[in-house]
C-alpha cells in the first residue's frame, strides 16, 4: 500500500464534529494507523509538537481561559480530571470542639469548617508540608508534626453590644460576633512553619466573607482544627479547583446568503456578538452564483466568533434557515476554563496536571520494567 | 456442532491445539503468586507480587501484572489504583502505535481499584505487547513535556 497524505481540506473537515438538528455525527477521533488505507497516523512527537497550539484568553489567579488545539479527548480529559482530583491541596481534616452552644451542630459546622478554602504562602504548601498518614492504634508516636499538620483555631462568643442605639433590630449591631466568618479563624503556627507562613504567606481563608455560623448572646464556638494535605477523590474539600472545564470549539458555517429581516432573526438565535450584520457589498452582489445578486446593500448574516456560541441549536428549528447553516464543533480544540480556590493559581493548576501525569506515567513505566524483571 | 465440540474439548482437556478461552473476568482471579502454566510461554514473565523492592525509588508496592492467559503479542495488563484518567490517555497513544492491532482498557467493577489494559499486536510487528505498553508509557511523558512547553510560552506571550 503506497503511503498517501490526507489533503488539508480532508484532514479540516475529519476535525468537526457534526452538530444536527436530531443528532450529533462523527463523535470519534480517528486518527489511528490502520484507519485510513494507505495514511500514517502513528505517533510522532515533531507531528504533534507542531500540530500544537495554546491560546491563553485570560489568565487571573481565581480565573484561567485558554485553548489547547491538537490533543485527543483522552489526553484533555486526562488533564482535566487530575485537576479536580489529584491535585494536593490543604484542608481542614479534623475538628477538636471544646464547646459548641450555637444551633449548628457539632457535625455539621464541622463539615462547613472542613469547606472553607484557605491560601497560603507557596513555597511551603509546595516543598514544606507533606503528607499526612492517619495514626493507627500501633503508632507508638502520635505523627502530628510541623510538616505534616496546621493548626487552627475558632474561638468566639456572642455578647450584648451595650452600645446599641435603643430599638436597633439589626442583630449584628445588637450584638458583638452574632455572624461568625471565615476570617473569625486563627491560624497558630508550630515549629518551623513561621519561617514559611508569615505576614502575607499567612495561611487564612481565601474568602473571608464566609458565614460559618449565627448566634445570640450567651452561644459559644470554641474548637481547635487540623489541617492536613489530600487529594480531591479523597474528598471534594481538597479539590485546588471550583471548577476545572472545557468545552469544543463551536464552528458555524453559513452555506448560503441569509439576507435581510432573515439575517437579523438568525442573529437572535446565537448569543450576542456571535452573528454580525454586514451590508452586502459591491463585490459580493457582483459575484455570480454567490447568491448575493440584486441584493446590493441589503443587510447579510456573517460570523463574527463562533467561540461565544453555546451552540444551543436554535437556527436549526427555523425553516427559513434550513440547508443554509452548518452547526459543528472542533474534536481536538478544547477551551479550557478553569477557577482556582486560591490555594493555586489556576494556570500552574493545568501546569501541576501535566506535571502529575507525567509522573504517574513514569512510575507505572518502572512498575513494567520491575513487572517483566 | 464445531464449536461445541471445541468448548467440551476445552473443558475437557483444556484443548490441546484449541485455543483456550476459558478466563473468568479479570477481577474475579485469586492474587498471582504462582507461576501460572498458561503463561510458560512468555520468558520471564512471572506473576510479581512485591518480591522485587525498588532499590532507587521509594519503596512502592507492583501496582501493574500481566494477567493469566497472556501471550507476548497479546496481553492484559491490571494496574492498581488507576481509573479513567491513566486508562484513556494510555489506550489513545497505545492505539497510535503501528504494531498495535488492537488496545482497549476496561474497569471491570467500578468498586474495585482496578483498570485493566488490553494489548494485542500484530504477529508480523516482531515485537512484544510489554514492549507497545512501555513505549505508551514513554510517549504520554513525552506528550508531557511538549505541552509543557507550548503552555509556558504561551502564558509568557499573553503576559506581554
Not at chain 1, 502513528?42 to 481565581?62: C, S, T, V, Y
Not at chain 1, 479539590?239 to 469544543?248: F, H
Not at chain 1, 425553516?319 to 443554509?324: H, I, T, Y
Not at chain 2, 525509588?57 to 501471550?71: A, H
Request: glycine letters at 6%; aromatic letters at 8%; one cysteine or more.
Amino acid at each position: 500500500m503506497p503511503r498517501t497524505e490526507p489533503s488539508r481540506e480532508e484532514l479540516e473537515k475529519r476535525r468537526i464534529v457534526g452538530i444536527n438538528k436530531e443528532n450529533v455525527t462523527d463523535v470519534t477521533s480517528t486518527d489511528f494507523p490502520g484507519h485510513y488505507p494507505g495514511e500514517d497516523h502513528a505517533w510522532d512527537i515533531e507531528k504533534f509538537r507542531d500540530g500544537l497550539q495554546i491560546e491563553f484568553h485570560q489568565n487571573d489567579p481565581l480565573l484561567a481561559s485558554f485553548s489547547l488545539i491538537g490533543v485527543d479527548a483522552s489526553i484533555a480529559n486526562a488533564f482535566r480530571r487530575i485537576m479536580i482530583a489529584d491535585i494536593p491541596t490543604l484542608a481542614v481534616e479534623t475538628v477538636f470542639i471544646n464547646n459548641n452552644t450555637s444551633v449548628i451542630q457539632d457535625e455539621v459546622l464541622s463539615h462547613r469548617l472542613g469547606l472553607i478554602p484557605f491560601k497560603g504562602g507557596r513555597e511551603g504548601l509546595d516543598n514544606f508540608l507533606k503528607w499526612w498518614k492517619k495514626p493507627t492504634d500501633d503508632d507508638a508516636v502520635p505523627n502530628y508534626f510541623d510538616y505534616n499538620t496546621v493548626k487552627l483555631s475558632l474561638n468566639v462568643e456572642c455578647t450584648h453590644n451595650e452600645d446599641a442605639a435603643p430599638g436597633e433590630k439589626d442583630p449584628t449591631k445588637l450584638y458583638h460576633h452574632a455572624h461568625v466568618y471565615a476570617k473569625d479563624i486563627v491560624y497558630e503556627p508550630i515549629g518551623r512553619q513561621t519561617q514559611y507562613f508569615s505576614g502575607e504567606n499567612a495561611i487564612a481563608p481565601t474568602n473571608p466573607d464566609i458565614l460559618i455560623a449565627k448566634l445570640r448572646p450567651g452561644q459559644v464556638i470554641d474548637l481547635s482544627m487540623h489541617m492536613h494535605k489530600g487529594v480531591g477523590s479523597d474528598h471534594a474539600k481538597f479539590s485546588p479547583v471550583a471548577t476545572a472545564s472545557y468545552r469544543l470549539m463551536p464552528t458555524i458555517d453559513i452555506l448560503r446568503p441569509i439576507l435581510g429581516a432573515d439575517a437579523e432573526k438568525f442573529a437572535k438565535c446565537f448569543p450576542r456578538g456571535v452573528i454580525g450584520l454586514e451590508k452586502v457589498t459591491k463585490n459580493d452582489a457582483a459575484k455570480k452564483g454567490s447568491g448575493y445578486e440584486g441584493h446590493e446593500g441589503e443587510l447579510k448574516a456573517v460570523v463574527k466568533d463562533a467561540m461565544r456560541d453555546t451552540v444551543s441549536r436554535e437556527c436549526l428549528r427555523h425553516d427559513e434557515f434550513k440547508d443554509k447553516v452548518r452547526l459543528g464543533r472542533k474534536r481536538d480544540h478544547f477551551i479550557y476554563q478553569i477557577e482556582s480556590t486560591g490555594q493555586w493559581d489556576s494556570d500552574a493548576i493545568f501546569l501541576e496536571s501535566i506535571a502529575h501525569l507525567k509522573e504517574k506515567a513514569r512510575r507505572l513505566e518502572q512498575q513494567v520494567v520491575n513487572m517483566v524483571r | 456442532m464445531a464449536r461445541s465440540k471445541a468448548k467440551q474439548d476445552a473443558s475437557q482437556s483444556a484443548g490441546e491445539d484449541d485455543i483456550v478461552m476459558q478466563e473468568p473476568p479479570a477481577s474475579h482471579q485469586p492474587d498471582l503468586d504462582e507461576t501460572d502454566a498458561s503463561m510458560a510461554e512468555g520468558e520471564g514473565e512471572e506473576g510479581v507480587e512485591g518480591e522485587f523492592e525498588d532499590e532507587f525509588e521509594e519503596e512502592e508496592p507492583q501496582r501493574v501484572k500481566l494477567l493469566p492467559g497472556s501471550t507476548p503479542t497479546a496481553a492484559s495488563f491490571e494496574f492498581l489504583n488507576e481509573g479513567h484518567t491513566l486508562g484513556n490517555a494510555l489506550r489513545y497513544v497505545i492505539m497510535k502505535n503501528p504494531d498495535v492491532e488492537f488496545c482497549a482498557y476496561a474497569i471491570p467493577h467500578p468498586s474495585e481499584p482496578k483498570m485493566n489494559v488490553r494489548i494485542q499486536i500484530w504477529e508480523a510487528a516482531g515485537t512484544t505487547a510489554i514492549e507497545a505498553l512501555e513505549k505508551g508509557l514513554k510517549d504520554i511523558q513525552d506528550l508531557c513535556d511538549v505541552v509543557t512547553d507550548k503552555f509556558l510560552v504561551a502564558r509568557k506571550d499573553f503576559k506581554e
